[in-house]
């Protein structure tokens, strides 16, 4: 079994989909610590011609806190948040088949955090018809004090995973001998390189999922972005 593991991201990139593709179980981390500067609350979209944050608004709490502790802030305004992603892109070619999925998640009535990313990864996933199985890191029987690659390594030997991937970001992080001590393997996605028309402007990497879907088909998405990656060995050491 192949097992992939992550926390949960807004509107990630398209490298996340192809990490929930390339598992056989997808595990979303909501028992780790909520990081400010990171990804898990905003992401960009193409907007003037330039990659431009949006964000989900929170409630005001400790950092200290994880990501299913952490709340929506009270005011959260989802209609400018839906406006925003309506002004940047209700030209574009998906425009009327992808506004009405991302509407639906901007619209979930859920306050909760990991509870609203986490409905909306799986909302994408059930749009792209992708089918990996997914669960909550804190379903899974282990010690969750553990961190880092020792975690990890629980989740795989609790699941029976016989493959770990990766991001390829990834390999700065984990190196083989731990895994393989472990009987496990160890890969890193890597996702080939890929551009499609945007507004045509120079064409802007690693945006939103939303860019993804709203300049290229379901089909062209399913059959030739989503498998478009390889796996690969990791370096012999690594800095965990």
Same mark, same amino acid.
């Given at each position: 079994?192949?097992? +992939?593991?992550?926390?949960?991201?807004?509107?990630?990139?398209?490298?996340?989909?192809?990490?929930?593709?390339?598992?056989?179980?997808?595990?979303?981390?909501?028992?780790?610590?909520?990081?400010?500067?990171?990804?898990?609350?905003?992401?960009?979209?193409?907007?003037?011609?330039?990659?431009?944050?949006?964000?989900?608004?929170?409630?005001?709490?400790?950092?200290?806190?994880?990501?299913? &502790?952490?709340?929506?802030?009270?005011?959260?305004?989802?209609?400018?948040?839906?406006?925003?992603?309506?002004?940047? $892109?209700?030209?574009?070619? $998906?425009? +009327?088949?992808?506004?009405?999925?991302?509407?639906?998640?901007?619209?979930?009535?859920?306050?909760?955090?990991?509870?609203?990313?986490?409905?909306?990864? *799986?909302?994408?996933?059930?749009?792209?018809?992708?089918?990996? &199985?997914?669960?909550?890191?804190?379903?899974?029987?282990?010690?969750?004090?553990?961190?880092?690659?020792?975690?990890?390594? +629980?989740?795989?030997?609790?699941? +029976?995973?016989?493959?770990? *991937?990766?991001?390829?970001?990834?390999?700065?992080?984990?190196?083989?001998?731990?895994?393989?001590?472990?009987?496990?393997?160890?890969?890193?996605?890597?996702?080939?390189?890929?551009?499609?028309?945007?507004?045509?402007?120079?064409?802007?990497?690693?945006?939103?999922?939303?860019?993804?879907?709203?300049?290229?088909?379901?089909?062209?998405?399913?059959?030739?972005?989503?498998?478009?990656?390889?796996?690969?060995?990791? &370096?012999?050491?690594?800095?965990?």
């Amino acid at each position: 079994m192949r097992l +992939a593991v992550m926390q949960p991201y807004f509107f990630p990139y398209i490298g996340y989909f192809q990490l929930i593709t390339a598992a056989d179980l997808f595990i979303v981390y909501d028992n780790i610590k909520y990081t400010k500067k990171g990804w898990i609350n905003r992401n960009r979209i193409l907007q003037s011609g330039k990659g431009m944050t949006f964000s989900l608004p929170l409630k005001s709490a400790s950092d200290c806190l994880d990501i299913c &502790q952490r709340e929506l802030a009270a005011d959260f305004r989802r209609d400018k948040l839906l406006n925003q992603f309506k002004g940047a $892109y209700e030209h574009a070619p $998906y425009f +009327a088949q992808t506004f009405p999925v991302i509407e639906q998640i901007i619209c979930h009535k859920e306050s909760n955090l990991f509870r609203f990313l986490y409905h909306s990864l *799986v909302s994408i996933c059930k749009h792209l018809g992708i089918t990996t &199985q997914m669960q909550i890191s804190s379903s899974i029987e282990i010690d969750h004090a553990l961190r880092n690659k020792d975690k990890v390594l +629980a989740l795989c030997g609790a699941l +029976a995973a016989e493959t770990y *991937v990766n991001a390829i970001g990834g390999t700065a992080l984990y190196s083989r001998e731990p895994f393989a001590a472990a009987g496990i393997d160890l890969k890193f996605l890597s996702s080939r390189s890929f551009a499609y028309k945007q507004f045509g402007a120079s064409f802007i990497p690693c945006l939103s999922i939303i860019d993804v879907l709203m300049f290229n088909d379901q089909e062209k998405i399913q059959t030739l972005i989503l498998p478009d990656f390889e796996l690969v060995d990791g &370096q012999p050491q690594g800095k965990a």
